[in-house]
């Protein structure tokens, strides 16, 4: 598969490997990985916080091999680029009373004594926010983990930290009291029910944290896409109904291309400039499963790589989603991305899972300024790589980003039109022009017991490309809504406003999308580049109730009454498979349709 050109610097050698010598083995032996990094408010050193397991740390799930771990913490440089202090111990463990089952054997008597007992951590993130250094992670059962989320008071972090140093110049052995005592107990609850983000059990959901200007959000994993959550405090919602608060999808899996099977959020979005706009930089994990790419018996064959989003730092919305990887598959890793001890024994080739990410220089962000990011390498190992956003963004994206406010500022009328898109999941939904975001908008309600339930999930414009100034369903035609057996075909007008000469001029051009029927908010493909490379200009920026021309009306009503023709094959044939592997339950069902079909009273098939 064609990767992308636009790619971070690989850096050598690996920053963290396990340690294999006692007592080290004990809790970091097997694996040190999934980085979450951080610069806090009193140290311009930058902390990495990591997924480690050792021998103490392994278990069984039926015959399924799985590891538990702890919080390691090693202090970097100011630069990122070397570890000054790797702690001997950790600083967030859990204590079990009896060990793990080693065998599948084993598993029913521990079961039976502790099958509802907290006794596994998974992975961790790590963040400030409003005085707090916060964790939020996986704890759980032996067959199941939950979202939780801890906290501790900045100043208390800072002198845990200074004592664990001045502790870490001694041999493990001898401060582990010492260490215990420090650490121990030292992250306090402040979750629902003291410890979940969720008031509800919900399953591992690759949880951050984003602070825009218009407050607090939660982006998350409902598998196998990213939504967004607006939160009070650092706790999940609720919904009037009483149901644990999924939110809307903002960005989706994208059947045709490399991330095909799951996608969801690394580590903590941290801030920078693109010319004078600020934004965030956001990593993001996309899986590759070959199977769903070609015809025959379906396993998971799945890779693992890093995407970047770019987030308005205004209010979180996405102006940019890379299409490709940022990272490829090459020699550099290849001794822990393919053959670590852990990916070894799973049902991948290749693990790439970067979760962590800062400026090289602190305050310097600016779109010529290095940036590093942290990377587990086969679930095993913990690598770096380096990255300007010119080496990583298309130059048109940065052109378009740059020039969004002088752009809004322009006035522009968008008419108001919706199409409906039906009932899917118990559910009615209205696709419409969203004039905030000259963008559109798939509107949901719900009327039940009384009460009705809604919510909007905007489809921003993309900078860089044919749409980048406005999407719309244009009020100078009828064209339907086409219902596909693979999914709701939604043409519509896709606008960019650019100069010639100093002369302004609108570019018109058709898209596509294609919606699951299941639930509409779930985008299973976007039109990329103007349908037919046809494009109509026209003087001046103009907005689209100025866009009454018979041509490109009549132009729209054909490409929307052939409209699969202009689907990639490829596209068409992955999201076909997969909706005939979700029918047969070989492959998983969009966890935010089936809590939609719950909250309808559905029920969750």
Known sequence: MEMNSHLARKILPLLLEPVLDPPGHVWQGHHVTNPTVFRPSFDTRVHLGYRAGGDRDHYCIGETDVWGSSLGLAILDAEGAYVVCRFPWPILWIDRPDPLPQDPGQVPAFQAAHGQDIVVLHDFRLFEWSGFIHVVYHDGRIDRAFDCVRRMETARYARLVAESERLAAHPPREIHGAWRALWHDAWEPCGQNGRLVYPTDNHKNDIVFLETAKGLRMLHRPLPDIATVAVDGIRGAVTPDGETDLGVLESCVRPGYFDNSHIGPNGQPIPARIGSRNVFLDISHGVHNAALAREGPFAWEMTYLPYLRILDAEDGTVLYHSQEPILETDETWREYSEQGRWVRLLPHRHIVFAGGLTPRHPGRIGMDDPFVLYA???????????????????????????????????????????????????????????????????????????????????????????????????????????????????????????????????ECGFGLLVLDPDNPERILYRATEPLDDRIWEIPGWVGGAALEVASIARAGEAFASEAERWIPRQVLFEIRRMAELTTQGLHWRSHHTTWLRRRAGLGPD
């Open 376 to 506: 587990g390498v086969g679930d095993t190992a913990i690598g770096q790589a380096e990255f300007t956003i010119r080496d990583l963004v298309p130059s048109n994206v940065l052109e378009a980003i740059q020039v969004l406010d002088r752009h809004r500022a322009h006035p522009s009328a968008f008419p108001e039109r919706e199409a409906d898109l039906g009932a899917a999941s118990g559910w009615r939904f209205v696709i419409r022009n969203l004039s905030e975001h000259r963008g559109l908008a798939i509107e949901r309600t719900l009327e039940r017991n009384g009460q009705v339930l809604s919510a909007l999930r905007p489809i921003p414009t993309a900078p860089g490309r044919f749409d980048a100034d406005g999407m719309l369903l244009w009020a100078g035609s009828a064209w339907p809504v086409r219902e596909a057996e693979f999914g709701l075909l939604v043409p519509y007008l896709g606008l960019r406003w650019r100069e010639a000469d100093g002369q302004p001029a609108t």
